[in-house]
């Protein structure tokens, strides 16, 4: 069974702060990864997504991957109260087919 | 604007009924897929569907099944609902090109009593 582990949180930070949150996978031939973030009560979003080794950056976002040692992280710069969510991990299977993690709470204090 | 619907939002049956959960979307998307979550389960895939009369079990499709008879829907149904299938339902859709990028529908909450 192809797994996806995330530190379910809550991580708290300051407004302002770095959030990092970090998932790990197991399947070594996985190729794609994804980041969705969901606010409570509502629907998961497609906020990154990387492919290759070392770190991908868009606006706030950098997405960081590292294939050799299986783990996947997100990290939100100058966090806001308003990225307060549930950050889910996802590993694209080989039929295309998305493997979720069961999402890390961030809380982002004023 | 395209979008994708679900309904109901909110559902409240018994033990042993049939339910059926619609999803709709006018993205004109081959791809679609029915999750569950749950608390400390994240998002679990019941069944999914890569065309018209495609069908394909996920992680947890034990009894639910689906049918895809047109590109816009691809209705879930509980053929005797439990009460370990009172969940938060949601229905998502991609394109080809880029099958990662799911499109969620808003949810349907279902309690089984």
């Known amino acids: 069974q192809k797994e996806v582990e995330q530190n379910s949180g809550p991580l708290s930070v300051p407004e302002g702060a770095i959030a990092s949150l970090n998932c790990t996978y197991s399947?070594?031939?996985?190729?794609?990864f994804f980041w969705y973030r969901q606010y409570s009560g509502k629907s998961p979003e497609l906020i990154m997504f990387i492919y290759s080794n070392g770190d991908k950056e868009d606006g706030r976002f950098t997405a960081q991957l590292n294939k050799a040692s299986q783990y996947v992280s997100l990290l939100i710069r100058d966090s806001q109260p308003s990225d307060s969510a549930t950050y889910l991990c996802?590993?694209?299977?080989?039929?295309?087919?998305?493997?979720f993690g069961s999402g890390t709470r961030l809380l982002v204090r004023p | 604007d395209a979008e994708i619907t679900q309904s109901p939002r909110h559902k409240i049956t018994e033990t042993g009924r049939q339910v059926t959960l619609a999803c709709h979307q006018t993205w004109n998307h081959n791809n679609m897929f029915w999750y569950r979550q749950d608390l400390g389960h994240g998002l679990r895939l019941i069944h999914y569907s890569y065309g018209v009369q495609d069908t394909n079990k996920g992680e947890v499709s034990d009894g639910y099944s689906v049918s895809r008879s047109n590109t816009e829907d691809l209705p879930l149904t509980l053929e005797s609902a439990a009460s370990s299938q009172t969940s938060v339902y949601f229905c998502a859709s991609s394109n080809i090109r880029a099958p990662y990028e799911q499109y969620f529908g808003p949810g349907t909450r279902l309690t089984v009593t």
């Open positions: 996802a590993v694209m299977d080989s039929s295309y087919k998305l493997i």
């Open positions: 399947d070594r031939g996985s190729q794609s």
